[in-house]
């Protein structure tokens, strides 16, 4: 008999509705119960991609014992951390603080305050590898309940007195200026692995925002280190096993320093920032690779995330069946010798091997291996290859492919939009600007209510129940001003100012740091409050970065003094953490490059004005913002009092409330945004 679970929109959630746990959503009623029955709440916190949180569901929430045990003294309550990042992120604060780590399934033993007082993440059914039993420990916390509760309340209650003074000491006396981005180059100079790409050891993420930040650097100020530096690390991902070598995208992280062995879920936060930083990386360098990278992975967006309603859904999983019924991590992707001789025929299979390093002892589990493009292949047939690829693809599309969470998360919606919409402008692909156009359509229809407040996820074209944090704000946002640049509809600057307004009334705290919840938001134990940018962009990043385009959009003096208060955290964290706050050290190259402001007038048919509007699209000053449309149009506040010069077409380019005289030639619009 399906739990209650049963009737949520998340894809997560559902996965656990037949479970023999009784599984409650998180809910004032599910906490009001266990005061009821004067028991302990268990929090179990995953997401649908997460393997181990597979593991644990099945090897314990599907174990018909230990769900009977947990019914008995516990309340149990599920979240989908992507559904609620500040549930999570108040948790996970608890956990790292009292283990020194975390992750998922992120397991919390709760008072029916919901107050922390034990803590852990997978727990495996028999005690091994020095974790206990989830049975040894659900008996513990029950035992502790019952018999030492003084001991319980007392633990609780520090913990949360200790969260609460947690305070978040930013050195907010002003923005970040030349000498702390200049520390924050030297930094991530110092972590760079210089041999793989990269920074750090193992495992090994995409530093997407780092490299938004380097190409930023280098375009204010020249310096070749960091262009280098985004390069290397480009190309090695993109010739490493993390990126689909075959259909596109990229997965979440590489266990091994070399980028070859993957985590094979794929999610959209990354690819929507990866497609990005390889679009813009194309601009600056006109790297065929980098080109062909951007296009594959808005391809694949489109293709294989791309919901029916017109949105992105939000991961694929790493495992699927492996063809003899077992559910096995990286299946779907990866090859063997003898495979490839199956679909390829001897010769080809040869050819293929020696491209792809597929080998017969193999680069993962059991003798295969994960597709990459090693440096030593060789000088590559293209038509032979383009055949190989077909073939295979056509091959791998036959395999059980891994299931697919399909709700939409707005802050997710709006990088893709982003991402989309300047890579289809850059590569001429109207294709993809029509699916961005369609993601931001759906957001103000499913999202966005009357007063501009946000839903955070959707599902089959029903709005979830759970407010927008400010992630979902300031991306949402981000989408809309990329969009509103590439398609010179003013609609999209207007809708990204509603959302702004909001962080300015909702978001913003003293001083000009920023909450990641509303002020009028659920109350947890603490208010969640993290500048760190880590798999996305935080909110706090995020919403300096928008603020800072709306501003130079509208003049607006308010939303440029929320931005340079916001970006008080990076001037204390970027010198000693950039890896780590790379989205916040980006926008802060576009505050000291101005940014600045451009307006291309013209008629829309001219192709004076397509050449001028191309050239500013193209135009690399960190942050640049673009208008264009009709002398004197209505659509944006930089067109106002723009005439034609001459007759024609023509670009204004100001910045720091200096304009320079107007352009009709492209080529010195394209040299007034550079350096």
Not at 269 to 279: F, H, I, Q, S, T
Not at 418 to 423: F, M, N, Q, S
Not at 538 to 544: I, P, Q, V
Not at 598 to 622: I, K, N, Y
Request: net charge negative; with cysteine; proline share 5%.
């Amino acid at each position: 008999m399906p739990n209650r679970l049963a009737h949520e929109t998340s894809p997560y959630l559902l996965q656990h509705a037949d479970n023999p746990v009784d599984w409650w959503p998180w809910s004032a009623e599910a906490f009001d119960e266990a005061r009821r029955r004067d028991v302990p709440v268990l929090l179990s916190v995953g997401y649908s991609s997460c393997h181990w949180c597979h593991v644990m569901a099945h090897e314990s929430f599907e174990d018909d014992t230990t769900a009977a045990y947990v019914n008995e003294h516990f309340v149990a309550v599920k979240v989908d951390r992507e559904e609620r990042p500040d549930v999570d992120a108040v948790y996970m604060e608890a956990v790292q603080a009292a283990t020194g780590q975390g992750g998922w399934p992120m397991t919390v033993f709760l008072t029916p305050d919901a107050e922390p007082f034990y803590f852990g993440t997978y727990f495996p059914p028999e005690a091994k590898h020095g974790m206990p039993s989830f049975g040894d420990v659900l008996d513990g916390v029950a035992r502790a309940w019952t018999e030492r509760r003084h001991e319980v309340g007392e633990v609780a209650g520090k913990i949360v007195t200790d969260l609460a003074a947690r305070s978040l000491a930013y050195g907010g006396d002003g923005v970040p200026g030349e000498e702390e981005l200049a520390q924050a180059l030297l930094g991530l100079t110092r972590e760079y692995d210089a041999t793989r790409g990269g920074f750090g050891g193992a495992p090994k993420f995409p530093p997407s925002m780092a490299l938004e930040f380097l190409l930023r650097h280098h375009a204010r100020t020249g310096a070749e280190g960091a262009l280098q530096m985004a390069a290397d690390t480009c190309e090695a991902m993109a010739r490493g096993g993390i990126y689909d070598q075959l259909g596109g995208g990229f997965a979440r992280y590489a266990v091994d320093r070399d980028w070859v062995v993957p985590h094979f879920e794929k999610m959209l936060y990354d690819n929507a920032l990866l497609c990005r930083v390889y679009a813009r990386l194309w601009r600056t360098t006109g790297s065929d690779l980098a080109r062909r990278v951007a296009l594959e992975t808005a391809d694949f967006m489109v293709r294989e995330l791309r919901t029916s309603e017109g949105g992105f859904a939000s991961a694929l999983d790493a495992d699927s069946d492996d063809g003899t019924g077992r559910h096995v991590e990286g299946a779907y992707y990866v090859w063997t010798p003898a495979r490839l001789a199956e679909v390829l025929g001897e010769e080809d299979a040869r050819y293929a091997a020696r491209h792809y390093g597929v080998t017969e002892e193999g680069t993962f589990e059991e003798g295969a291996s994960v597709l990459q493009l090693p440096q030593d292949a060789g000088v590559a047939d293209a038509e032979r290859i383009a055949s190989i690829k077909a073939r295979l693809l056509a091959a791998r599309d036959l395999r059980e492919r891994p299931g697919r969470d399909d709700k939409v998360v707005a802050a997710w919606n709006g990088l893709a939009i982003a991402a989309l919409a300047e890579t289809g402008a850059f590569f001429d692909r109207p294709d993809l600007v029509e699916r961005a156009t369609e993601a931001a359509d759906l957001l103000v229809r499913l999202h966005m209510d009357a007063g501009a407040r946000l839903t955070r996820t959707s599902r089959d074209g029903r709005a979830g129940a759970n407010a927008g944090v400010l992630e979902d704000y300031a991306d949402v946002a981000e989408g809309f001003l990329a969009l509103a640049g590439v398609t010179g509809e003013g609609v999209w600057l207007e809708f990204a100012g509603f959302l702004l307004d909001i962080v300015l009334d909702q978001f913003v705290a003293e001083g000009g740091a920023l909450y990641d919840t509303a002020h009028d938001a659920e109350a947890l134990i603490r208010r969640p409050q993290d500048p760190t940018d880590n798999a996305t962009p935080s909110g706090w990043s995020a919403a300096a970065g928008a603020l800072l385009s709306y501003a130079a959009h509208t003049g607006s003096t308010a939303h440029r003094e929320a931005a340079e208060g916001a970006l008080g955290v990076v001037k204390a964290l970027g010198p000693r953490a950039p890896r780590f706050i790379g989205w916040g050290l980006a926008t802060a190259e576009a505050l000291l490059d101005g940014p600045r402001e451009v307006a291309v007038v013209g008629e829309p048919d001219d192709a004076a004005t397509s050449e001028l509007r191309r050239a500013a699209l193209l135009g690399t000053a960190p942050g640049a913002v673009l208008a264009f449309g009709a002398p004197d149009g209505e659509e944006f506040p930089l067109l106002r009092d723009r005439p034609l010069v001459d007759g024609g077409a023509a670009a204004y380019v100001c910045r720091r409330f200096t304009c320079d005289a107007p352009t009709t030639d492209p080529a010195e619009l394209a040299r007034k945004l550079s350096r």
